[in-house]
């Protein structure tokens, strides 16, 4: 209907999506849409569908339709427009064709990251209309096969690696054997109930990236933390049912997160450089199951070392030495506010920080997030297509002298990590954690 | 057409502020219901302190970053929406009426600043419909019913002003003037014109979250 | 536990724990054994060598790792411990005659007489009971349980195989639960926390049956009635049937085998419990978004919890429940629907004396640890304690403490606590 400039992107084939629409028919498409609308949605569906004056503000908001050329079909209101907006116009009487295209859209074309929500003149938030929309193709079995198979991790092992059981305190125990190679008396304290602090990670660190967890422990060691971590499934505080829509395991997988911090009677959960976990535990998961506040207090890896560094508890032996610059998470910056305490502990670590721009709350997403990148290898190049803008933006601020870039989340990291090698940036991404664990002062 | 005038200034102009202020109250009350009966929590975030935060943010001009991104809109749609909303209240010919019928004195707008405020609501909807036009971003989220609200809100001002100045027809455009504005004021609350009613807690919502949970702006 | 044959004579004894300290590389945290006669660590005695000590005394054998110390409920001292390679279960030193390639989880039963364990041996899955592990092993295992009575074992495990990314398999159905080793005949996509009925012959799981229809499942069985979510079962010693917390609609409900229970939803209900003679059923609810509470037989109480309710127990009688709560961030203790003034830093599960009348925990606040019976805290300020034990004629109470690096087991009358 309209003359872009841009060709749409073509239809990606994805098992998930594509063999749930086959068992589809219309009637089930329609009973599911009207469930969710009408049992499951409430007020925010109705007052944000009946306020959007349709004026096209919310566009520059989003990296997808800047990244595109200013498609209409990426901004904001154009993504409800052609999902949700359609089944309310049409009354859940939509066809399996279009299901797929909303599925698609909502899952791998927005990161629900919220920075929409800033330039609506109503507040109107798009993101959760996009994870209405998640939900019901949830219900209708059609979530792309890879955040899918991520989801069936959760229910089984609670974890979103499939790490099993022995797997995770062999893990640990790993590690603080490599770590007391250069702290000797190094402990990773497992289940010691009463500990003040219970530390929570993602899957992907005992699966991938088991430095982090040695890093961690050198720096509870070396700030001499009261600290603990779970030997059973709890550990984990990710979450991909989160954004498949498939609230109730959700639900599942954060009772028994905060139920093994109430079982070690921990103060609080600190919890590694993780966004999308931080808003399942801080936000949306402990809501889902009637807590208002998370039950035990979340402190995120930002706001922890931001602690440890302004008590003195680390000392920093020799800052990092080139400039940096700083990724402002959606999460933990748009979602948590900890984009001043990540600049403090910045710069008590590094000589020079950079900002590129937009930073803080405006920053652009890393396209990694809102489960994007858990969709898999099938829309790697969506991911990396949708997000020409922050190459741009990292371009600038390269040019400008920054040579690392600190992503303080596993999903920006992954997702910036995907931009740089693309667009051929050749900074480096580290998370904070990897710059204060090579600069703080380790006792013997 | 006296006769229809007389209805329409008379019995109509009744039943259109009767439908305007119930339909209202039934549009905010029955989602407040509804976010009573499935969305509770919304009233545990809510927080007076960010709620204002978020609202003065908004409606003052040029102090969010989206505002400061697009002048033109900005002065465009403040200068409407004061118009819109100050001019059909604190016009003198209105003040008349609202003497008339409720016993209200108000303070009544000189004629010439009237005037060119209708003048600004007619420009700010040529504009607005230039924009729908003109923009990708905009014309994608076009429906019919854009234009028929633009045409909906603009008609009572630009017949009052046709009317005003007895230019043609001033009986036939008088009629059609009050009219159009009736049908207006009653399609506040069961069309888009609601964002009338619910910015201010879309807004207000948006706040508290931003501000209470998030601990971040939302400007 | 037959807690009348303690000493309840002696009114202090005590280890010198802090001395440890010399005497090794490092002293990882202690525990004390039900009956306070034994504080035990796990200690270092070189590099990469580790052993227990227990009052003082230096066990034995040493391993090359080893973790979750704790005593059984009878007062065994138990350990999991590896050397070359291979793990074991140690108790009081020695070590179970099975190897296996890794152990975790130990549960102990009520009486303390049985210990099972999850073990992973060449990469199948199984769980082992007092030294004997199941004949079938499997592919995968989790949510390990052992019966209260310590007769039975059972865990969630994978039955097909299925690669990662094969989801339509999974959806199909690959867990099973194996009950004593043996699985049920019928696969689920998902099996979690379970119960068994008192005569051990039946066993009840959540189950998900599609991604959206979750119901009990008995011996493999599913209920008739499905649901968008449920918690775990509980076992109702009266009726002989099953309960869970059922979602349906949004709300929580409580049902036995399908039939609906409590008559009132909650927005939130889960670790429902008997009391010790089946009559009361108690549950912690919120009674909507934010408000958390218990319900009694269906009835919430009136007090309403900001923050979190957790650590229900029942008197001896069965006709009071205590919890632990949090509300603005502070941690607290409810009973009977009333709010014990005082607040903590953290607060341990309650204990109800055997003769029903008075309530005590071990507490903590600003990095000390002390006892509170009753709403009244005891003028001690320790750096360690454990759960305070009441006399089964509920005239004496057990406190076990570290204060100023010294153990100390104390009896005290509980006339004299305050004074």
Known sequence: MDNMAAKPDETILDEGIEKGAALLTDERIEKTILRVLNTEGGARIKVYVDTCVHCGLCAEACHYYLSHDNDPRFSPAGKVRQTLGEMIARKGKVDREFMKKAAEIAATQCNLCKRCAMYCPFGIDVAYLMSVVRRITHLLGMTPQYIQATAHSHSVSMNQMWVREDEWPDTLQWQEEEARSEMPKLRIPLEKEGADIMYSVIGPEPKFQAQLLYQAAILMNAAGVNWTMPATPGWDNSDMAMFTGDSELMGRIKRQHFETAARLKVKKIVMGECGHAFRSVYDTGNRWLGWKIPPIPIVHAIEFYYDLIKEGRIKIAQKYAEPVTLHDPCNVVRGGGLHEKARYVIRAICDNLIEMHPNREHNYCCCAGGGVINCGPPYKMARINGNRVKAEQLFAVKARGARTLIAPCHNCHSGLEDINHYYGLEMNVKFIGDILYQVMEKPE | MDALYRFLSGPLAWVSFVVFIAGSLYRLLSMGFLVRRKEKFIFSVMSWKYSFRSIFHWITPFASVNMRRHPVMTITTFAFHICLFLTPIFLLAHGVLWDDAFNIHLWALPNGLADIMTLVVIAGGVFFLCRRMKLAEVRYLTTLSDYLLLIMVAAPFLTGFIAYHQWIDYRFFMTLHVLTGEIMLMAIPFTRLSHMLFAPFTRAYMGSEFGSVRHARDW | ?419
């Open chain 3, 1 to 419: 536990m037959n807690t009348e044959e303690w000493d309840w004579e002696t009114s202090e004894k005590c280890v010198a724990f802090k001395d440890w300290h010399q005497q090794f590389e490092w002293v990882e945290e202690p525990y004390v054994s039900p009956d306070g006669e034994i504080i035990a660590a796990i200690v270092n005695v070189g590099e990469g060598e580790f052993s227990i000590c227990a009052n003082g005394n230096i066990q034995e054998s040493s391993f090359e790792k080893i973790w979750r110390l704790r005593f059984t409920p009878d007062g065994r001292l138990t350990a999991l411990a590896s050397d070359a390679g291979e793990w074991t279960v140690t108790v009081d030193g020695a070590a179970w005659e099975n190897r296996f390639s890794y152990v975790w989880n130990p549960l102990f039963s009520d009486d303390g007489h049985s210990i099972a364990v999850s073990f992973q041996q060449d990469g199948q899955y199984g769980m082992a009971l007092n030294d004997v592990p199941w004949e079938q092993t499997y592919m995968n295992l989790t949510d390990a349980f052992l019966s209260a009575d310590g007769q039975h074992t059972a865990a969630s495990v994978q039955m097909i195989a299925a690669g990662e990314s094969e989801i339509h398999k999974f959806q199909a159905g690959t867990i099973s639960a194996a009950v004593n080793g043996k699985a049920w005949d019928r696969n689920f996509v998902n099996v979690w926390g379970k119960a068994v009925s008192h005569d051990g012959a039946r066993v009840a799981a959540e189950v998900r049956l599609t991604l959206y229809d979750y119901t009990i499942a008995v011996n493999g069985v599913p209920w008739e009635k499905t649901y968008s979510s449920v918690w775990e079962p509980v076992f109702n010693p009266l009726s002989g049937k099953f309960i869970a917390p059922v979602r349906q609609d949004g709300k929580w409900m409580l049902v036995e085998e399908g039939q609906l229970l409590w008559r009132k939803p909650f927005h939130q209900l889960w670790h429902p419990q008997f009391s010790p003679d089946g009559k009361n059923l108690a549950a912690i609810v919120a009674t909507e978004f934010g408000k958390w509470s218990v319900a009694i037989n269906g009835q919430a109480w009136n007090i309403r919890i900001g923050e979190l309710i957790t650590d229900m127990v029942f008197s001896p009688d069965g006709r009071k429940v205590a919890v632990v709560v949090k509300d603005n961030e502070r941690w607290g203790i409810a009973v009977q629907d009333s709010v014990w003034k005082n607040t903590f830093d953290m607060v341990w599960k309650p204990v109800f004396s055997p003769d029903n009348t008075h309530i005590a925990a071990k507490v903590e606040k600003d990095g000390k640890y002390t006892i509170v019976m009753d709403d009244r805290i005891w003028p001690h300020t320790c750096d360690a304690a454990w759960d305070p034990v009441f006399h089964p004629e509920g005239e004496l109470l057990l406190f076990r403490t570290i204060e100023d690096g010294v153990y100390r087991r104390r009896v005290i009358p509980i006339r004299g606590i305050w004074g």
